[in-house]
């Protein structure tokens, strides 16, 4: 059959050869949208016999050489119909064919990999591609915070108190950084994400296996996210777009922190003050701040204040609460504006876009944040082999502080519950701060400025702002050799400047209180300020500067059935951090004329004697981060239907104190895919597209921290000495082997019934050898109490599974998007011999020491119960209920001890997107969902409660009295509080829920305006949306109602729900 | 053809620049204050690191000592257990996991031994700043040895054979597992490398941060001292003495001063300190009255030591405020040089050496110079001397200890909530316990209490 093919092809060329060939060019455009160009199969027909087949480029031009005649033309591409046509040739003009698309149609054809476009017909790796629109139904300043309600197999993982941070396919390690690497187009980008305009972003791929993700290298260890940038398309009349939208953030649910009541705190107040508790306090020197009834309190011992009055503001401090005056006083609602403008046009040769944003976001404090974005992206065909790709973005970015908020105001080392903000009358009134009352308005204090602390009046003495600038340009210049080959270089240069002011008036509490910390009030009474009079202002500068250089060769070609697509290139990579910081004294801000100060001498404390050096305020740095790489990637492809590729690739970076032979870590990937829908036997109705694919890869991962020598790093000058002095920065860790994960993705992408039902399956299994952990290391060795170990062999699989569904229904559309996934992980092996429990229960978790569990397990103590006469907490020992806290939370309770509960990570994760469209109007709920995991409640901790003053409010619930212990696991209050008692209830195992849960992400209406209408006003198109996001939680596992990705740390509530609406015209 | 050599040159000349290129970026440091240590510079920038060496005495010492007590409600006022345990010389956990003392004295052993180390592996020609440096090191490590080894190991005395003492750590690989020598290993360690030291230091530094002959001096002066070689100890003393003579005339200070001493006074020979445990500090730990009453009318030292407030008398005396100075001084040396004279049979010219002390720390005009008449009337004056002058100063649980192992039956008692804690002379309690989870990561030999 294929040499009859050949035989026919081989007469037909004889022909083209005897009448003269004629070049026709063409084009394949949407027929809806007709900016879309479309890459399809070109098949020319004569006679009924084929004669030719060619592709169309992703600018849908194609060039045909034929010869003169009629042909039948037929176009495919699995999104459209099947178009054919009659062409005559020869023909001068450019033809245009216009496709019209499949009702249901795959969304994106091509996915980017940074490196290179793959069709993805042909690819073998692992993708996920999130299109414009569906990030479109979200809003909000940052790109990424939309990938979670709409990616597929990407949870954030919430659980340590480090901050969020993104997990592709669950963990490979704790260590390291942990941001994936973002590659803004071409190139990684070193910048801060939110210099990104949303509405500038094309799309977003996810490349979530090994084939995909190693064209990265080690920097790929926690996943790869490429942003693609909207580009201008050639011979496309000007376009204008406008985007605006407006959002108000309600107030944080302030009573989410479940605090003690200030009720309780009185009573505890007054319960510690018969105790002594406060004794050292009232007595010490250093006249450390007391709360309000603690002072009644020693008033009333002295007998000055009666115990009526005592009990009246007992009554007075019990029915006030700090929470209200911050919701009161503090908290607003936040705006957030959103404008962008974007134009673009192309002719022939050139093809621009031109781009410009604006933020400005008012948050729930009053803090300013701006963002101005602006963007030019060219490009340009010299000859009809160079091209020119160049564009250029500018990012200005101006945040400044608002007000101060739970967890920013604090007394002394917390802030007591019924503090006032402000009288009846909304008057801002002063709290205690750091000294007491008592000694503050004696005349010790005389001549000094004024020591009192007002929360609502001082965040204005303050002002804090950040201004950041960012430029950023990328060239590419590529040229198009013979044989299919094409060379380019490709360069990027990056310069992130942050610029930050602390003003701090003299009139603000830091400086007053600094001021006169260092006052010398002589004994002639004549008074010196070491700390010269006048506002403090610090100030600093980072600037990151970042450079990339590519040459990469690109080979292309298609001969008969056989087509190889491969790249392979050099990338050179610096970036350098320098940054400064300084502080000047006694700044007039009128004449800027700043104060002189001593900062070679010391100067007794005003209140406490103790000689003080004053803190200059000033240092240096200057950090470089340089890769080099080499890389390669080859495929190869049979009739387009059975595809291979393989790569590899190699880094080295300038990880300091290695020797250069250890910098280097060659990695690579293989896979294979089988396009099925292209096979005949497979030519049904049904089937649009049936592709099985499968990879096989390794990666790696570098802990920073690897060294083969000590280093140490200079600190400053010793104030002693007048020389510099250095501390161990790193020690010498010969034994740490690089991490390496070995990835097998074996799946499926298909599209059903003229794509009604399309999506992908995707299994695969991770092994990850030599992991890192941080392990406890006997500190006789001086190094510290734990080290970077290679601590297990571990073995993980999960399942991605992604659907959409396209329905309609007389009038209704209704398609959902589902993302689900699966990851189980287990320990293999554990290297080491470290089995006391409470190595295993810490604030961050670390790897499980038992073969067979997740590897980021949640344990606990077995809970005994409370004992029935006092109402302590009971653990085992050896089996028997036991009270020996410090054996409990010691050596004597090992791992295998522990109550094992479940994953720190959910096992199960996703989100379904429902999007209703019924004439003109689209409605769009998302949906995410998290299930099988587990994480630890707080509780109240009676150590801290009686330091700090911040207690949870199971206080109240506390076991009081024989019997309590029948309904209640809250520990007895006792006195003095016992810091393992504390510990050992705060990692039991009543602490532990559940955390599965399922929340509302958003929900989007937006209002389409007719064709018919807008043609009259030359408009494209106009819509309208509302958005409302983070509406909270409607299915939770714990009882408790919390959130269980809000429970790590204090003051980290879960976020509000935004509603904002907008307009999205073009014309 | 010709376009494959294109290809193939263009290749190579990539190749080529790329391998100049990358090395060149591949070793540029990734941060500009890091440094391998190598330099003479380098190794002093490490010693210069007070905050890591002079800055982490042992307070144990002092908390489990008894010049001062606190009051029941204090004491439960406490919000360090630790402390509390440690006040009544508990059987157990006397220190915090992981965070304690004793990472912050191996911290600074394993400072001072890859000085040591790096010295001996260095070509660095051998001239004076080598041997001031390689000096330091060795005294910074021995006064590490020594608190530890008065905190953790038993008296020194003759059955220390077998007594388990503290692990030396020889080197500093870190997969190198520590075991417990014996005491009496640990004290020969802390005497040879301070006489090494004595070598190779200067007689004075440009600051007392950085250990100066005379310190080393000091400080073996103080090492012998606890092992009961009392020629040895004057000997040292002595020479400490004649290195740094210098007496503060108490009589210049002014007793109403929050602090009345400065730092580096002229009496500091080596300056080590610590900040005060809260259960010690100066609004908690009271004085014991024995020790106030033993003040003479004309002594100085019990208003510029000691804060008033009521009946109670709290610590402020140090010679390195805020924090307690544990340091070499040289009142220490003339007491020490004085005891020992005195043991040795020289008893007049051991008051005469007590006499030019004390005559700085009485009124002026109202100091009678003492004397005894026989041996041990002399020894139970300078002790008490010697007492009420190093209060707070990290001396005084090894001078029971040592004391009592030549039967000075010195009992220490608390009294909590009406019941009265005893410990006995020669206690095995006298040995703190190692931390716990050292012991559980180590398996090394628990102190028996």
Request: proline content about 4%; charged content about 20%; overall charge neutral.
């Amino acid at each position: 059959m294929k040499k009859i093919y050949l035989l026919i092809l081989v007469i037909g060329m004889c022909r083209f050869v005897s009448f003269g060939q004629e070049i026709l060019k063409g084009r394949l455009i949407d027929e809806t949208d007709t900016a879309k160009r479309i890459a399809a199969t070109i098949e020319i027909l004569q006679g009924g016999q084929k004669v030719l087949k060619t592709r169309s480029d992703d600018q849908g031009n194609f060039s045909l050489t034929l010869a003169s005649g009629s042909y039948t033309t037929n176009i495919n591409n699995v999104n459209y119909k099947t178009y054919s046509a009659i062409i005559v040739i020869p023909n001068k003009e450019l033809v245009i064919f216009k496709l019209s698309p499949n009702e249901n149609r795959l969304d994106d054809v091509t996915v980017s990999t940074g490196y290179q476009k793959i069709d993805r017909t042909r690819s073998t790796g692992s993708f996920d591609q999130i299109n414009n629109k569906s990030l479109n139904q979200q809003v909000g300043k940052n790109i990424l915070d939309r990938i979670e309600a709409v990616g597929n197999g990407i949870t954030v993982d919430r659980s340590t108190s480090s901050g969020p941070r993104f997990m592709i396919r669950g963990l490979s390690t704790i260590q390291g950084p942990k941001e994936p690497l973002i590659i803004l187009d071409d190139f990684a980008y070193s910048g801060e994400l939110s210099n990104i305009n949303p509405d500038d972003v094309e799309s977003i791929t996810i490349l979530k296996d090994a084939a995909a993700a190693s064209i990265w290298g080690t920097r790929a260890g926690n996943g790869v996210i490429v942003i693609t940038t909207k580009k201008g398309k050639r011979n496309d009349p000007l376009s204008i777009s406008f985007n605006s939208a407006l959002g108000f953030v309600k107030k944080p649910n302030l009573r989410y922190e479940q605090r003690i009541s200030s009720g309780d705190f009185i009573g505890l107040e007054r319960y510690l003050y018969q105790k002594g508790f406060y004794n050292d306090q009232i007595s010490s020197p250093s006249r450390p701040m007391l709360t309000p009834f603690v002072e009644a309190l020693i008033l009333n011992d002295a007998g000055t204040l009666s115990n009526d009055e005592l009990n009246a503001r007992a009554a007075r401090f019990s029915g006030h609460d700090v929470y209200d005056d911050f919701s009161r006083y503090i908290y607003q609602q936040g705006i957030n504006q959103q404008y962008s403008l974007s134009l673009s046009g192309g002719s022939e040769k050139h093809n621009w876009i031109l781009s410009s944003g604006y933020n400005r976001n008012i948050d729930n404090l009053n803090s300013k944040d701006e963002r101005k974005t602006l963007r030019i992206a060219n490009s340009l065909s010299l000859s009809k082999n160079l091209k020119i790709n160049s564009s250029f973005s500018y990012t200005s970015g101006f945040i400044e502080s608002g007000k101060q908020g739970i967890g920013e105001i604090v007394s002394y080392l917390g802030l007591y519950p019924y503090a006032e903000l402000a009288d009846q009358y909304g008057n801002p009134l002063a709290i205690n701060k750091n000294y007491r009352q008592t000694y503050l308005s004696s005349p010790a204090t005389k001549g000094l400025l004024d020591w009192s602390y007002v929360p609502l009046l001082d965040y204005a003495e303050s002002d804090n702002s950040k201004n950041l600038t960012d430029l950023l340009a990328n060239f590419d210049l590529s040229y198009k050799l013979p044989l299919g080959f094409r060379a380019s270089l490709k360069y990027n240069i990056e310069e992130q400047r942050n610029n930050g002011e602390l003003l701090q008036s003299q009139q603000s509490y830091y400086t007053r209180n600094l001021i006169n910390s260092f006052t010398q009030i002589a004994s002639n009474g004549s008074i010196s300020y070491p700390i010269p009079l006048g506002a403090i202002l610090d100030k600093s500068e980072s600037t990151l500067r970042s450079e990339q250089f590519r040459p990469q060769l690109e080979f292309n070609r298609i001969w008969k059935d056989h087509r190889i697509d491969a790249v392979g290139g050099l990338e050179w990579r610096t970036a350098r951090t320098k940054g400064y910081f300084d502080r000047v004294y006694g700044l007039d801000t009128d004449k800027l004329i700043s104060g002189l100060v001593d900062y070679t001498r010391t100067y007794p404390d005003f209140i406490t004697g103790s000689a003080n050096f004053i803190n200059s305020g000033s240092g240096l740095s200057l950090k470089r981060n340089n890769f080099f790489s080499e890389f390669v990637n080859v495929a190869y492809s049979f009739r387009d239907t059975y595809t291979i590729s393989a790569s590899a690739r190699a880094d080295a970076s300038n990880l300091f104190g290695v020797e250069t032979n250890n910098k280097w870590k060659p990695l690579w990937s293989m896979g294979l895919s089988w396009d099925i829908s292209k096979m005949s036997f497979l030519k049904t109705n049904f089937v649009d597209q049936l592709k099985l694919k499968a990879t096989l890869g390794k990666s790696g991962n570098v802990d920073p921290n690897m060294t083969g020598v000590n280093t140490i790093r200079y600190q400053a000058i010793s104030t002693y000495t007048q020389s510099v002095f250095a501390s161990f920065d790193k020690y010498s860790n010969p034994d740490l082997r690089w991490e390496t994960v070995r990835m097998i993705n074996i799946g499926t992408d298909f599209s059903l019934f003229k794509g009604r039902l399309s999506g992908s399956i995707e299994y695969y299994s991770k092994n990850a050898k030599d992991l890192f952990g941080t392990y406890p290391v006997d500190y006789t060795k001086g190094i510290g109490n734990t080290v970077v170990k290679n601590v297990a062999e571990i073995s993980g699989h999960g399942l991605d599974i992604q659907l959409q569904t396209k329905n309609s229904i007389g009038g209704l559309i209704w398609n959902t998007a589902f993302n689900f996934s699966s990851y189980k992980d287990k320990v293999l092996q554990y290297y080491l011999a470290s089995q006391q429990g409470s190595s295993f229960l810490q604030p961050n978790p670390s790897v499980s020491g038992i073969e067979g569990l997740p590897v980021y397990s949640v344990f606990s103590y077995k809970w005994a119960g409370l004992d029935a006469l006092t109402g302590d907490p009971m653990g085992f020992i050896n089996g028997l209920p036991s009270k020996a806290y410090n054996l409990l939370t010691g050596s004597d309770t090992k791992v295998t001890d522990l109550t094992y509960h479940g994953s720190v990570l959910p096992r199960y994760f996703g989100n379904i997107v429902n999007s209703f469209g019924y004439s003109n109007i689209t409605l769009s709920v998302g949906l995410s969902f998290k299930f099988d995991y587990y994480f630890r409640r707080r509780s109240i901790d009676y150590s801290s409660l009686f330091i700090t003053g911040a207690g949870h409010a199971d206080f109240q619930n506390r076991w009081k009295n024989p019997g309590d212990e029948n309904f209640t696991n809250i520990p007895s209050m006792v006195y003095p509080a016992i810091l393992a008692r504390d510990a050992f209830y705060r990692y039991s195992d009543v602490l532990v829920e559940k955390g599965d849960h399922v929340r509302v992400q958003y929900v989007n209406l937006d209002y389409n305006f007719d064709n018919s209408l807008l043609q009259h006003f030359e408009i494209k198109s106009l819509s309208l949306y509302t958005n409302i996001s983070n509406l909270g939680i409607i299915y939770r596992a714990n009882k408790q109602n919390l959130d269980p990705e809000y429970v790590t740390s204090s003051f980290n509530l879960p976020p509000r729900n935004t509603f904002s609406i907008g307009v999205r015209v073009t014309l | 053809m010709k376009f494959r050599n294109l290809i193939c040159s263009i290749c190579c000349t990539i190749i080529v620049i790329s391998n100049l290129g990358c090395k060149k970026i591949l070793d540029e440091k990734s941060d500009q204050q890091l440094v391998i240590p190598t330099t003479l510079v380098d190794f002093q920038a490490l010693l210069d690191n007070s905050g890591f060496l002079n800055n982490q005495d042992l307070i144990s010492a002092e908390i489990s000592a008894d010049d001062y007590y606190i009051t029941d409600t204090d004491l439960a006022a406490l919000t360090n257990d630790y402390q509390r345990r440690m006040y009544n010389w508990q059987k157990d956990f006397l220190f915090a996991p992981r965070s304690n003392e004793w990472a912050t004295t191996y911290r600074a052993v394993y400072y001072s031994s890859t000085v040591l180390e790096g010295l001996d592996e260095s070509d660095l020609p051998h001239n004076t700043q080598f041997n001031n440096i390689k000096g330091q090191a060795l005294v910074f490590r021995s006064k590490c040895f020594l608190q530890a080894l008065g905190l953790w190991g038993k008296a020194y005395g003759n059955a220390n054979d077998t007594d388990p003492g503290i692990p030396l750590r020889p080197s500093t690989n870190f997969n190198e597992e520590s075991y417990r020598t014996t005491v009496k290993e640990g004290y020969e360690k802390v005497v040879s490398d301070l006489q090494a030291a004595i070598q190779l230091l200067p007689d004075k530094q440009v600051q007392t941060t950085r250990p100066s002959k005379a310190a080393a001096y000091g400080l073996l002066a103080r090492t012998y001292l606890f092992m009961g070689n009392y020629t040895q100890a004057a000997k040292f003393a002595d020479s400490c003495l004649k290195l740094h003579p210098t007496l503060i005339d108490y009589n210049t200070l002014s007793a109403s001063d929050r602090y009345p001493f400065t730092s580096f006074n002229n009496e500091t020979v080596f300056a080590t300190w610590i900040p005060p445990a809260t259960i010690v500090n100066s609004s908690r730990g009271k004085i014991v009255p024995e020790l106030i009453a033993s003040y003479q009318a004309n002594d100085l030292r019990k208003g510029l030591y000691f804060l008033q407030t009521g009946s109670f008398y709290y610590f402020k005396g140090t010679y390195f405020q805020p924090a307690l100075f544990f340091g070499i001084a040289s009142d220490e040396m003339y007491l020490t040089l004085a005891e020992c004279q005195i043991r040795s049979g020289l008893v007049d010219l051991g008051m005469e050496t007590l006499n030019k002390l004390l005559v700085k720390r009485f009124k002026t005009g109202t100091f009678v110079p003492l004397a005894a008449s026989d041996t041990e009337t002399a020894l139970k004056i300078v002790l008490a001397e010697r007492r009420k002058e190093l209060v707070m100063r990290g001396i005084r649980w090894m001078d029971i200890k040592r004391l009592n192992a030549e039967g000075r039956n010195i009992v220490l008692s608390r009294t909590i909530n009406g019941t009265i804690y005893t410990l006995q002379p020669n206690d095995k309690r006298y040995a703190l316990p190692i931390p716990e989870d050292v012991i559980s990561l180590t398996g090394m030999q628990q102190n028996d209490r």
